[in-house]
């Protein structure tokens, strides 16, 4: 059998230290939580193929962890363990996606048939994952698209940091997709296990901002009827995200300064410290740099925050990246509206190239909207973006590589699609004239459009 | 529990290696329960001799497992026997073997044919579950002694860090049924034995 990873959750300590020592026999790496917590947290620090959960613990039970497992990676084998009086609780544990139940005490063979079944079965799972990963990009994260040389860039720089704890600076203009750059880091890191809480800095006044990152005691102010938690606490194992860094008022930059240096803090009105363990990932628009010049921004804090920086490029300075971007918000939209847009025509396709974007992909999603909207499917026209000015002269299909493209397509349409007639027409190869087909995306069309 | 005192060397095999008894390390067998009628135990521990090069030596202090015994399944918690024969062993013993007649089991298991310490001192095995009479047919101590065997040899193999072999007729090669032991061999598999010996282990 091959070797695996399994971790065991058990608040009973004979079942942990048995089974451990059964797996690591078999070859297999093996840990062991007695609670939901260890065990979220184990999971954190490396990835498990299988986990055998006990179905009845004290604090979250057994069915929540599945849960919790489970929404964070489908691909985990969950095998319940269970008390022969508590099988019916199992049974709701498998209609929850667990793999198998055991009862208590397990025959040898069954458990070593069992682990057998759940490998060969997880690897074809995790086969099916790459296929559809290819496809979809980060696993449960909105996908980035981009194959310009400076998306490339960032691409590098998420997966370089994410292997690290180290705070994480995102700059870029509005509109650019910095709190995608932040999920992915996230989800990319040893911390996916856990949350990632956004908190838009900007878009609260200062008073509230502090009680939903800090939470209030019951009590604390006037209305404030129950205790709060807190965005700090809720992020605790996982990452914060703290957009708009830069519009945080100066005392505010004083409390979180504490907080990120000590990793403990009070709720508002409270006195008891709490401990907290989050990596944080900080975004702005703005030149941090010349605010902390200007005296409007701490210059401890910037420091702080400013241990890895990593800049998203405007959309302007990645526009071969437009059609790619603009056909994956004609699918992802045409699915929300229910609308049969499948297509861009050139024209309006170059339309989108040559407009400056100052909104960046956040303009570029709105604009698709816009013209999905009043246009008539399946294809979107340059009539249906009438607000993007252009801002050069275009005369569509005067480039060099439009002249080739329309004049193989006139040629192999005269010939019937001939291909032989038509390279000799051409005095070209075959193979050229199959590369240039290929290219253009020539295709023999009957009504020869 | 009494401390262990008596310690008799076993059989004196004739061969070479023998010339260094004294420099061989001790594999101390420790008989739980055994029937006093039990005559393959002699057998049992010239083989392990050959095969690990140790000199074995049967522990004649008496051995007292119950505080093993789990009551309510009639069996004994092997992994509460291997700390109590750990603490009963002497120090200058590299290894140490429980040889039992009684059912063992390890808390989330119905039963195991032995146990021991991965990468450790000490392992049990039992001819409980090993007697072709437990399931129904002739009585054949041949077979009995010979998967005796293979589980010791086995148990003692995990005590080198050996983990379960894919090698069907290899030693080390998992067996949770009867059958499947007598499917394999006693003997390592030359991966296995390369891995036994190769790591100085010197314990
Ligand atoms: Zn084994
Ligand atoms: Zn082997």
Redesign the pocket.
């Given at each position: 059998m091959e070797s695996v990873s399994i971790l065991i959750v058990d608040d009973e300590f004979s079942v942990r230290d048995s089974l451990t020592h059964w797996f690591k026999k078999d070859g297999h790496a093996v840990d062991a939580a007695e609670n939901a917590t260890q065990a979220l947290h184990l999971l954190q620090e490396r990835p498990h193929d299988i986990v055998f959960l006990d179905i009845k613990m004290p604090g979250m039970d057994g069915m929540e962890l599945q849960e919790r497992i489970h929404a964070i990676d489908p691909g985990i084998v969950i095998i319940v363990l269970t008390a022969f009086a508590s099988v019916d609780t199992a049974v709701r544990a498998m209609k929850q996606g667990a793999f198998d139940y055991v009862t208590k005490p397990v025959d040898p063979d069954e458990l070593s048939h069992l682990v057998e079944r759940a490998t060969r079965q997880q690897h074809l799972e995790r086969e099916n994952a790459r296929l559809r990963e290819t496809i979809d990009g980060l696993g449960g994260v909105e996908l980035i698209v981009g194959t310009s040389p400076g998306m490339q860039r960032v691409f590098e720089l998420i997966q370089m940091v994410a292997r690290t704890d180290a705070t994480v600076l995102i700059r870029g203009e509005s509109g650019t997709g910095k709190e995608l750059v932040a999920r992915s880091i996230h989800a990319s890191s040893t911390r996916r296990y856990f949350p990632i809480v956004p908190v838009n800095c900007g878009a609260l006044p200062e008073t509230l901002l502090e009680s939903e990152l800090f939470g209030h005691e019951k009590g604390a102010f006037t209305g404030a009827q129950f205790r709060r938690k807190g965005k700090l606490e809720m992020a605790d194992g996982g990452t914060l995200f703290l957009d708009e860094i830069g519009t945080i008022s100066l005392k505010m930059q004083v409390d979180l300064l504490r907080v990120l240096e000590t990793k403990e803090f009070c709720r508002l009105g409270g006195s008891r410290p709490i401990k907290v363990d989050f990596r944080v990932v900080c975004a702005t628009n703005e030149d941090l740099q010349v605010r902390v010049k200007e005296g409007t921004f701490r210059e401890d804090l910037f420091y702080r925050i400013n241990v890895f920086t990593l800049d998203v490029p405007p959309l302007r300075e990645r526009s071969s990246d437009i059609p790619a971007l603009a056909m994956h918000f004609v699918t992802k939209l045409a699915q929300q509206m229910d609308k049969r847009v499948t297509e861009i025509s050139p024209a309006a396709m170059e339309k989108l190239r040559n407009h400056h974007w100052p909104g960046n992909v956040r303009e570029l999603a709105n604009a698709i909207e816009r013209a999905m909207v009043v246009g008539k499917p399946p294809r979107i026209q340059p009539q249906d973006l009438p607000f993007l000015a252009p801002l050069v002269s275009d005369l569509p299909g005067q480039a060099l590589a439009d002249v080739e493209r329309n004049h193989i397509a006139a040629v192999l349409n005269q010939t019937g699609w001939n291909i032989k007639a038509a390279a000799r027409v051409l005095e070209i190869d075959r193979a050229t004239l199959y590369n240039k087909i290929a290219k253009y995306h020539l295709r023999e069309t009957r009504n020869g459009s | 529990m009494k401390p262990a005192t008596a310690h008799e060397p076993l059989s004196h095999a004739p061969g070479a290696r023998r010339a260094f008894g004294a420099h061989r390390a001790v594999l101390a067998v420790v008989p739980l329960l055994l029937p006093e009628s039990e005559i393959r135990l002699p057998g049992l521990c010239q083989k392990l001799e050959e095969l690990f090069g140790m000199t074995t030596r049967v522990h004649a202090g008496g051995f007292d497992p119950s505080s093993a015994l789990d009551p309510s399944r009639g069996q004994y918690n092997s992994r509460a026997l291997l700390e109590m024969l750990l603490h009963e062993a002497r120090p200058e013993a590299a290894r140490v073997l429980g040889v039992g007649g009684i059912d063992l089991f390890v808390p989330v298991l119905s039963y195991v044919f032995g146990e021991a310490e991965l990468d450790g001192r000490v392992a049990v095995v039992s001819t409980h579950r090993l007697e072709p009479e437990r399931y129904g047919l002739p009585p054949d101590p041949q077979l009995s002694a010979a998967r005796l065997l293979k589980e010791a040899t086995h148990e003692l193999g995990h005590t080198f860090g050996l983990v379960h072999?894919r090698?069907p007729d290899?030693?080390?090669?998992s067996s949770t049924y009867v059958e499947e032991i007598d499917l394999k061999l006693a003997r390592?598999?030359p991966?296995?034995d390369f891995r036994r010996r190769a790591p100085a282990k010197g314990r």
């Open positions: - | 072999c090698e290899c030693v080390m090669h390592f598999c991966r296995c």
